[in-house]
């Protein structure tokens, strides 16, 4: 059974990877202590935590916030992000331990169950938490907290990804889960140079995906100017 303070860090961490919290969003340090029945220290040693884990800022006198999405961000991230993978699954196949190995083909399990059965929210939290199994395998002080960095990004990103419109975005949801499966496979042969061609595979799998959710195509402006013409045109006949 969790009790409140663990309930208010894993709740926190979820909503910021869904996007139930906004970038930028301030928390309400008094209403989260009423809500999960804790008092004000206890709810800041989780902020604190998130802060260090990088899911909130924490501003002198200006309390904790989520951390921002803006321009910056996303040029960061998608100039950064294939590098910094790419040298988590070198890593990852170097260093890894068979307990890992086991945890990630647990979570595999329940991403292909999420899939199957269409559901966003274990979607989303289950490939992040795939990836964070990877970055636990490569075991590497100086890239981890730049790939958690990337990998929160990642989710609040690409989480639309996840909620499949048509027969095209199931596809490519079946694609994202054989790569996953091909990741267990390499990984436990050592075979880093496939791992490596794995990663750039997914990235761009990703990559196309949320440019689409960054920059949708706009609305056709002529049929809108029509509309409004038309609804101009009733109103005076």
């Known amino acids: ?41 206890p709810v800041r040693e989780v902020f604190r935590q998130l802060a260090g884990e990088g899911y909130l800022e924490i501003r002198e006198n ?91 990004d990642h989710a609040r990103i690409g989480h639309t990804f996840y909620r499949p419109r048509n027969d095209d975005m199931k596809k490519l949801l079946a694609l994202a889960v054989s790569h996953h499966d091909a990741f267990i496979e390499a990984i436990a042969n050592h075979d880093e140079e496939t791992v490596v061609d794995l990663v750039l595979q997914h990235w761009e799998l990703s990559r196309e995906n949320m440019e689409m959710f960054i920059a949708p195509q706009g609305m056709k402006a002529d049929a809108l100017v029509s509309s409004v013409s038309h609804s101009l045109t009733e109103k005076t006949s």
Do not use: C, W
């Open 1 to 41: 059974m969790r009790n409140g303070k663990t309930s208010l860090y894993e709740d926190l961490k979820r909503q910021v990877l869904t996007m139930e919290l906004d970038p930028d969003q301030v928390l309400d340090e008094v209403s989260l202590s009423e809500r999960y029945g804790l008092s004000r220290t």
């Open 62 to 152: 200006r309390g904790a916030r989520i951390i921002p999405m803006d321009y910056s961000t996303l040029r960061n991230f998608f100039l950064v992000a294939p590098m910094v993978y790419s040298a988590i699954g070198r890593l990852a196949v170097q260093n890894f331990k068979p307990k890992q190995l086991a945890d990630l083909k647990q979570t595999q399990h329940r991403f292909r169950q999420a899939t199957a059965s269409y559901n966003p929210l274990d979607m989303v939290l289950e490939n992040n938490r795939f990836h964070e199994i990877m970055g636990e395998m490569a075991g590497n002080q100086y890239l981890s907290p730049s790939f958690n960095r990337l990998l929160i």
